[in-house]
């Protein structure tokens, strides 16, 4: 199989090709990337000599580059991770989330549907349901309720897949996975930046009452759940993907600190983020009972592992948060 990956350069898409590039020597990986500030080659430098990879820097929004690459490439699918991914940035900035996460998506349609690709993987978030009260779990028939200007983009692109599925037969299943967490994040995003951070010894600025609920999948066990949809899905259907591994920010932090051995005195609690949904929790059993996926990594092995990939890789993380990331962030605190 010939597979168009577009945002291979980010956090999910790297762990994605470094896993599949390896279980899949017969098929041909096809990175798509803008190199956003989110996109990084130097994840993917493993894969630069290998004969079944090769990369692209386009921007989904430009027509006449990405047609190229569908007329010279021949994908035969497509997975979609490519996006403005930080909620935090939506709210600062939604027309570049508009852009790129609304038309980006509806010109790879285009595409894909035109150049008769066999199918297609929308890789979409829990965030597109809403906010939970205390009880109860995403279900893919829970109604869409975006709050974030970030969200907001997912849920749209999620209609415009819809309505290809509908309209034009495209082969197409969507995925809505709940917070990834593991190597490659970048450092804006909640656990990464408080390992940073606490390794800076610098405050670690908790939301509200830190008390807000995220249910956290380990990277690579999202990575098979998106694989198995690429092979087994079914058109039109909606798959989530969870963890089963709710817990508050303020855990979050703590265990961060009680592996660093840093003291819990490091958190600082500052302004909440405007519309800031409260617990997101997801159902799984569909992918579960449907297409066999089960996680891997319970979530005391997974923080374990990413907190040590860190402290391994202190120069990727030094090299990104020297540039514009610190800039973005002073700006703010
Ligand atoms: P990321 O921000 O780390 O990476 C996004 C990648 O997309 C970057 O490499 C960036 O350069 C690229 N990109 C951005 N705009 C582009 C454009 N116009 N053209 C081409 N490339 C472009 O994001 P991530 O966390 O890896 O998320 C990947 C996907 O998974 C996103 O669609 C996101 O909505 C979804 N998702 C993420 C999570 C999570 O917890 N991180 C959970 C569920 C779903
Ligand atoms: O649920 C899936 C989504 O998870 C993905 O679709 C998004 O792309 C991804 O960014 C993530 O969104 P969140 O907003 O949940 O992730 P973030 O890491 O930004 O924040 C996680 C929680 O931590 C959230 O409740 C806000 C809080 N937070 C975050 C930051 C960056 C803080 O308290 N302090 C912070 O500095």
């Known amino acids: 199989m010939r597979i168009l990956v577009t945002g291979g350069a980010g ?3 790297s762990n994605y090709l470094l ?7 017969g098929d041909c990986f096809i990175n798509v990337d803008s190199l956003t500030y989110a996109g990084n080659l130097k994840n993917l430098i493993s894969l630069e000599d290998r004969l079944n990879y090769i990369f692209y820097k386009v921007d989904i929004c430009d027509s006449a580059a990405l047609e190229a690459i569908f007329q010279k490439e021949k994908p035969d699918a497509i997975i979609h991770f490519a996006a403005e991914s930080h909620v935090d940035r939506s709210i600062e900035n939604p027309l570049i989330f508009a852009e790129t996460n609304v038309l980006g998506t509806i010109n ?5 549907c035109r150049y008769g690709v066999s199918r297609y993987v929308q890789v979409s978030t829990d965030e597109v349901y809403g906010s939970l009260g205390r009880e109860g779990l995403f279900t893919e028939n829970t109604p869409l309720m975006p709050n974030s200007p970030y969200s907001a983009s997912k849920a749209s692109a999620d209609c415009f897949v819809r309505a290809a599925v509908e309209t034009y037969g495209l082969n197409a299943s969507i995925t809505r996975c709940s917070n990834n967490y593991g190597p490659y994040q970048f450092p804006e995003k909640l656990i990464p930046l408080m390992i940073w951070r606490a390794i800076e010894n610098m405050p670690l600025p908790l939301y509200g009452d830190g008390l807000n609920i995220r249910d956290w999948l380990y990277v690579d066990d999202h990575c098979r759940a ?3 949809v690429l092979r087994q899905g079914q058109a039109g259907e909606v798959y989530n993907v969870g ?3 709710e817990r508050t920010n303020l855990e979050i932090v703590k265990e961060v600190l009680r592996i660093l051995n840093k003291s819990d005195s490091l958190i600082q609690f500052v302004t909440d983020r405007p519309g800031h949904d409260r617990r997101y929790a997801i159902d799984s059993s569909k992918i579960k009972r449907h297409l066999n ?5 319970n979530f005391w092995d997974g923080i374990g592992k990413t907190v040590q990939w860190y402290l391994n890789n202190e120069r990727w993380w030094r090299e990104i948060i020297s540039g514009e990331y610190q800039s973005y962030y002073s700006d703010m605190y």
Do not use: R, S
């Open 11 to 13: 956090f999910i898409g």
């Open 19 to 25: 896993m599949m590039a390896d279980k899949y020597p």
């Open 108 to 112: 790879l349609i285009n595409y894909a």
């Open 226 to 228: 998106i694989d198995t």
């Open 243 to 245: 963890g089963n591994n």
């Open 293 to 297: 996926w089960v996680p891997n990594t």
